[in-house]
């Protein structure tokens, strides 16, 4: 039986009541490929809807603070810090930018899921802000770098490529 299906066959918030309260941090990455675009982007980029990372910062954190609205049965955490940045990244005749998401908590459940949406509604922001001046832009590889807290702390087996990128103290 799955921990989100009752013994009658419908859905359910699985119960965490009995889990202890831990610090709990997630980190998530994204990333957005304009085609095209050359030389160097940065909060500076504005796009005719206005300032594209500025934006993307502040829909990602509206995006991790609603997961639990959005994402069915997902816990509603009262997150202690969501921090986004984005970073360009070298790439061939395109410009990369490669966006992470850090959520932290004390909770009895994880914040993956907020690490996660925070990414990905950031990579739809720029997507929608660029979408006008560039053409055939690209979402790819958004995942779960890493979690810690709860019973098992985990790290992407890839995540020792992105470990210069990861500190999102400097949001640029």
């Not at 502040?58 to 609603?66: H, L």
């Not at 970073?87 to 009895?108: D, H, I, M, Y």
């Not at 690490?115 to 720029?126: D, E, K, P, R, Y």
């Not at 006008?132 to 890493?146: A, N, P």
């Amino acid at each position: 039986m799955s921990s989100h299906i009752n013994e009658a066959g419908f859905p359910r918030m699985v119960d965490v009541g009995h889990k202890s309260e831990t610090r709990r941090r997630a980190v998530a990455t994204g990333t957005v490929v304009l085609p095209g675009m050359t030389g160097t982007v940065g909060e500076e980029w504005y796009s005719p809807k206005g300032p594209v990372f500025q934006t993307a910062v502040i829909a990602g954190i509206q995006g991790a603070k609603s997961t639990s609205a959005l994402i069915p049965l997902c816990h509603p955490l009262p997150l202690s810090r969501c921090d986004v940045a984005i970073r360009q990244v070298p790439s061939e005749g395109n410009v990369t930018l490669r966006v992470f998401c850090t959520v932290e908590t004390t909770a009895r459940t994880g914040v993956e899921m907020e690490a996660l949406t925070g990414v990905s509604v950031a990579c739809l922001t720029i997507y929608d802000m660029g979408k006008s001046v560039v053409r055939g832009i690209e979402i790819t590889d958004i995942h779960l770098l890493e979690k810690t807290g709860g019973k098992h702390d985990w790290n992407h087996p890839g995540a020792s490529e992105y470990t210069e990128d990861v500190s999102t103290e400097d949001v640029s």
